[in-house]
């Protein structure tokens, strides 16, 4: 296990591999065909394990003793907190994903908001530039489209957080034409939603109640229905987790959509998080429901988005996402529950990906009495 190190904001890694032409059971669950000992080793590396999993049809869900994991067919989304060594999986999972499967990456993916304690990372996560020049040397030389940066590029209205985006990829064109999970070229969105310094007493409920005899599972399952979470994706099938003395981890499955909640809830440094993967207007409309949970004083939003549809013309062509409607709509989500937008910012990746940024403060005039919880 990684030592105690609060950090706050966890990083997120997306690994998206080709799978094979040919048919078969490669080309049918890819990645989920992964030995356990793989999985395990990329996990010790990383130095988290996992407490709990789940599955449907479409991947595999695991809580992590730090955050989560998700493994698709093409895709592997893992995400960690703490003084974890995330990008040390990488160039285990590319190993075993060659060696056991005769796949190859396609593209590589990796985010994270600025850390509350940066000195206290490991290598090479204490620093930017370093994480840059670790993947550089991880990934293949194939991913030759390449780009790193800081968003918004300036500290003047975004405080300490700012978000760090590198990604890679073969081929300049939109990766999920090469994911199973959006094959169909349905705009494919990641939203990441960072909160801190929540109201105290509803982040009390994740807190365990000394003598309660109750396993971790049935704990979590009990917070996920206290709390509201279990609200904020109705359709999914949610998997909570408590840890001692405090803590909370869910994931939640809904074909091939995924949502994850960690909530870290001591005076001083509560933070939580919610992320969703899956179609835009469902993730972006959860957004505001999470949030409401936890009510806190300070919003951090990104958004990333592969595809390059969201609406059709009059004419029956394409037309281009843009980044001013996303940031509305985050906007919309967000401002009814007395917060006010700070910062953003937008730009494009390789692999035709857009990723946006946005941070927000509590107004003195927000109140409790602005969340509806009916």
């Given amino acids: 296990m990684a030592s105690s190190g609060f950090k706050g904001f966890e990083e997120l890694l997306e690994l998206v591999f080709s799978l094979p032409s040919c048919g078969g059971a490669r080309a049918q669950h890819g990645l989920r065909l992964l030995p356990v000992g793989a999985l395990r080793e990329a996990l010790e590396a990383v130095q988290c394990a996992v407490v709990s999993a789940a599955g449907n049809t479409a991947f595999d869900a695991y809580v992590l003793s730090e955050s989560s994991l998700f493994v698709y067919p093409s895709r592997a989304v893992l995400k960690t907190c703490g003084t974890t060594r995330l990008l040390r999986a990488v160039p285990v999972l590319l190993r075993a994903a060659g060696d056991e499967l005769g796949l190859a990456l396609w593209s590589c993916r990796y985010s ?15 620093d930017f530039a370093d994480e840059v020049r670790y993947l550089d040397g991880a990934v293949p030389s194939g991913l030759r489209f390449r780009r790193a940066s800081v968003m918004p590029a300036s500290h003047r ?8 985006v590198y990604a890679a990829s073969a081929s300049d064109d939109d990766v999920t034409g090469k994911d199973d999970e959006h094959a169909d070229g349905t705009p494919h969105f990641t939203v990441d939603v960072c909160m801190t310094n929540q109201d105290r007493a509803l982040v009390r409920q994740f807190f365990l109640t000394p003598g309660d005899g109750r396993t971790s599972h049935a704990t979590g399952e009990a917070m996920t229905a206290a709390s509201g979470l279990g609200d904020v994706n109705p359709r999914s099938l949610a998997f909570g987790y408590a840890f001692a003395p405090c803590g909370y981890s869910m994931n939640a499955l809904d074909g091939a959509r995924y949502a994850t909640v960690h909530v870290t809830p001591e005076d001083g440094h509560s933070y939580a998080s919610y992320e969703r993967g899956g179609d835009g207007a469902g993730a972006l409309a ?22 390059t549809t969201a609406t059709t013309s009059t004419e029956g062509t394409p037309q281009a996402i843009a980044a001013a409607w996303v940031w509305s709509a985050v906007a919309d989500a967000v401002e009814p529950l007395g917060l006010a937008c700070r910062s953003r910012a937008a730009e494009t990746f390789p692999g035709a990906m857009t990723v946006t940024y946005q941070t927000f403060t509590r107004t003195p005039a927000a109140s409790l009495d602005m969340i509806d919880r009916s």
């Fill in 112 to 126: 994270r908001c600025s850390y509350l304690f940066p000195e206290a990372q490991p290598f090479p996560h204490a």
């Fill in 157 to 164: 209205h975004s405080g300490q957080n700012r978000w760090h």
């Fill in 286 to 307: 959860s957004i505001g429901k999470a949030v409401a949970v936890f009510w806190p004083a300070t919003v951090s939003v990104s958004v990333c988005y592969y595809g």
